[in-house]
């Protein structure tokens, strides 16, 4: 039986990732993406549950742990009152994963362990290796792939496009990328100094206030020294130069906790935030998977952990069609499936997410903390909320347990 050839394009987490998986299921992998280099701009940090009993699979998990921190809880908190609203403790899951935790490890360090995985395993690896064009038969899928401005086809059995919201692989099958984007923008500011020192917080934190929500967030940093990360929207009309400048920066900041000097601001970022999902995860053999086929807001870190998802649930069903003999059908299964539940517990949370943060009218917003602060002290609710937002119940409901 001849070995199916699987071509991923982009390096990203959820390529890496679904690369890994694809070569220890025996697949023939290549992994290609259009950057010269692993992306090291501060992005997702936040993995779940679910996504760590993933990298487990992997076999990336001591290492992914290592390179971050373990975050068992996370709170709410009323800005407008410097006051803490809720606390979520995971560990009411301990019966429901084995890893009843988060743990914050930046993308990038799970791309750049995966890739060196991926390249003692002998998987070819290719930065700055851009797919142009691609033309499918019955058969397999011929990739146009450029490489130092040489383009070269290339005959593959399968295709995965994981390369980003704004995917040349879905471009290139003109799938509809449907929904819609915010008119503030978000602005990430990383800090050295210790939030948790001086407001008493965890690690994960989400600040509601109807006039300028907050999340803070700590990381390992690249030095392993800790940083935070706080996230505040912009206004509508607020431009890019005034959100980043270090008036306003610190004027934010100063907002969530005032102190007596200026913030060590190690690192600024903005950026515009869609709620999109592709109109299709699959078009004959090419699938979409991660940014490439769905974002969203960041509040609740859903993104990168349900496109980790995506990666194993495709190679899964690749595996049964190309290995045991299923029916291609399943890969229509994996497509309609995988929409399905990003709607249902991606972009409907991630919004009402959202909303509940940055809501205005007084007696909602008070209902929503009061809801919030309930849930928390209730061990059966509390467990219940803990299961849908750290994916636990997407899982299942993928596995058709739920």
């Known amino acids: 039986m001849k070995t199916p050839s699987l071509l991923i394009a982009g390096a990203g987490p959820v390529g890496v990732v679904a690369a890994l998986a694809a070569a220890q299921a025996g697949f023939d992998v290549q992994l290609v993406d259009a950057a010269t280099e692993i992306d090291t701009n501060p992005r997702a940090a936040t993995t779940h549950p679910s996504t760590l009993e993933m990298i487990a699979r992997v076999g990336l998990i001591e290492r992914f742990t290592r390179e971050g921190l373990v975050a068992r809880d996370f709170q709410f908190w009323d800005r407008t009152k410097h006051e803490k ?27 750049r362990m995966g890739v060196e995985k991926l390249e003692e395993m002998g998987v070819s690896v290719r930065f700055g290796t851009a797919v142009t064009d691609l033309a499918q038969d019955a058969d397999g899928v011929t990739v146009q792939l450029e490489t130092a401005g040489e383009t070269a086809p290339q005959r593959f059995d399968w295709v995965i496009g994981a390369d980003g919201g704004r995917s040349t692989v879905r471009k290139l099958l003109d799938i509809e990328f449907e929904g819609f984007t915010w008119p503030e923008r978000f602005v990430v500011l990383t800090v050295l100094d210790d939030f948790e020192a001086m407001m008493g917080c965890c690690y994960r934190n989400y600040l509601a206030a109807p006039d300028e929500w907050a999340n ?31 008036e306003v920066a610190q004027t934010r900041l100063h907002r969530v906790h005032p102190q007596g000097r200026d913030y060590n601001i190690v690192h600024r970022n903005i950026y515009r935030v869609h709620q999109r999902v592709a109109a299709s995860f699959r078009k004959g053999r090419v699938l979409l998977a991660g940014d490439a086929a769905h974002v969203n807001n960041p509040i609740g870190g859903l993104g990168l952990n349900f496109g980790i998802h995506d990666a194993m649930h495709a190679i899964d069903a690749l595996k049964t069609v190309t290995m045991e003999g299923a029916d291609d059908a399943l890969l229509d299964q994996y497509a309609e499936r995988r929409r399905l539940l990003n709607v249902e517990f991606v972009q409907e949370q991630t919004v ?51």
Not at 99 to 110: D, G, M, N
Not at 224 to 246: H, I
Not at 366 to 373: I, T, V, Y
Not at 390 to 397: P, T
Request: glycine share 4%; no cysteine.
């Open 85 to 111: 609203i809720a606390t979520f403790d995971h560990s009411v899951l301990k019966d429901d994963t084995a890893f009843p935790y988060v743990v914050q490890t930046e993308q990038h360090k799970l791309a």
């Open 216 to 246: 803070l967030f700590k990381v390992a940093g690249n030095d392993y020294q800790g940083r935070w990360r706080a996230v505040f929207p912009t206004g509508v009309d607020e431009t890019d130069e005034t959100a980043l400048s270090d």
């Open 352 to 402: 009402a997410n959202k909303k509940r943060l940055e809501e205005k009218d007084p007696a909602a917003r008070q209902a929503a903390l009061d809801n919030l602060r309930d849930m928390a002290a209730d061990p059966v609710r509390a467990r219940q909320f803990l299961l849908r937002s750290s994916l636990i119940n997407s899982v299942r409901k993928a596995q058709g347990l739920q």
